[in-house]
């Protein structure tokens, strides 16, 4: 299997950040991707270096404003703020009326939900050439290839239209799943991150083309907090076009493939001509931010449930931080999802 990577996807390499009190070491690190990426090639995987697609295709789901923003974002910080540090906002906007304001601290609370999302000297570069990971990958989907794996890192699916938040910049698999509607009458996107892609539901709420369909953590006491929850099913066009298969916190492996089980059949019932999955492995019982209970068996039998669909698929990688089993899960889904094409 191809795998779309980019070593400039490592220049953004946060330290620390705010979590339930206190400073904390930030699990989305660049070696997360390098242990994926080199046990996928021990595997027999294809590194392949993604074409440059240019700006267009993320400004085509996010706000173009927001997306400008990064391109000179760290260069402000660096004239506005004490030698050492990054760009973190300590504004954040609030409920009701605002504007974007002109300054760069205020920008960056505008733009950013949270503290997860630092802006960096290799900020930019990183999530620009992440982006283009997941474009070229559904580019390929559409000149009739039909199992691509897209290395994001930084992963995308809390990220909305104008709004950075949870580790996520730009939505990479929104972004891939809207420039597949040039060849393909409609997308499912199946997201299996233990957290709510809830920037991706966001983007997709009032359409009908793309499925929006997840299995993830209760968020009323677990992150993302906001949205997401079991009766969030879309509205006006996209009425029924998203389907939330909330967990419990402790859920086990046979009930975690039931659900997903709901979202395949979701798929099929939607007519889907192809799918974007945002993978993660962040669901494994031993990973740092995971509240399930789910093995290398359990990705592997996904792998296998999705790609039973039959339809063009593009892996677009999400959470999965530095636990033991993070490699081997990968492994394990990929080969499963290979198997079953042959």
């Not at 006491?221 to 009425?239: H, I, T």
């Amino acid at each position: 299997m191809k795998i779309l990577f980019d070593e400039r996807q490592l220049l953004h390499a946060p330290e620390s950040y705010f979590r339930q009190g206190r400073i904390i070491a930030h699990p989305e690190q660049p070696a997360r991707a390098i242990l994926l990426r080199d046990a996928l090639l021990a595997d027999g995987h294809q590194l392949t270096q993604p074409r440059d697609h240019g700006a267009s295709p993320i400004k085509a789901v996010h706000d173009p404003a927001y997306v400008d923003f990064f391109d000179t974002a760290w260069q402000r910080w660096q004239a506005y703020g004490e030698p050492g540090t990054i760009g973190v906002p300590n504004y954040h906007i609030s409920h009701g009326r605002n504007r974007c304001p002109t300054g760069i601290v205020g920008q960056l609370g505008y733009y950013s939900t949270d503290t997860a999302c630092p802006v960096s000297e290799g900020t930019r570069e990183a999530i620009y050439w992440s982006a283009q990971c997941a474009i070229d990958g559904a580019e390929r989907l559409i000149g009739g290839e039909d199992l691509i794996y897209a290395l994001c890192q930084p992963p995308g699916h809390h990220a909305s239209r104008g709004n950075s938040n949870g580790f996520c910049y730009f939505n990479n698999a929104a972004i891939a799943a809207h420039h597949l509607r040039q060849k393909f009458q409609r997308v499912a996107i199946v997201d299996i991150d233990t957290h709510a892609g809830q920037g991706t539901q966001d983007i997709f709420y009032e359409r009908a083309d793309v499925l929006f369909a997840s299995i993830h953590v209760d968020p009323s006491d677990y992150p993302p907090f906001f949205a997401c929850y079991a009766d969030e099913r879309g509205a006006g066009a996209g009425l029924g076009a998203s389907l939330n298969v909330v967990l419990d916190k402790g859920t086990g492996e046979a009930a975690i493939l039931a659900g997903i089980d709901q979202l395949i059949t979701a798929t099929r019932d939607f007519a889907a001509d192809a799918v974007v999955v945002s993978l993660g492995f962040d669901m494994a019982t031993d990973d740092p931010l995971s509240e399930l209970v789910f093995s290398g068996d359990g990705f592997a039998a996904a792998a296998s449930r999705i790609m039973a669909l039959d339809l063009p698929t593009l892996l677009v990688q999400e959470g999965g931080y530095l636990g033991p089993s993070l490699s081997s899960n990968a492994v394990r889904f990929l080969r499963a999802a290979e198997d079953a094409v042959r």
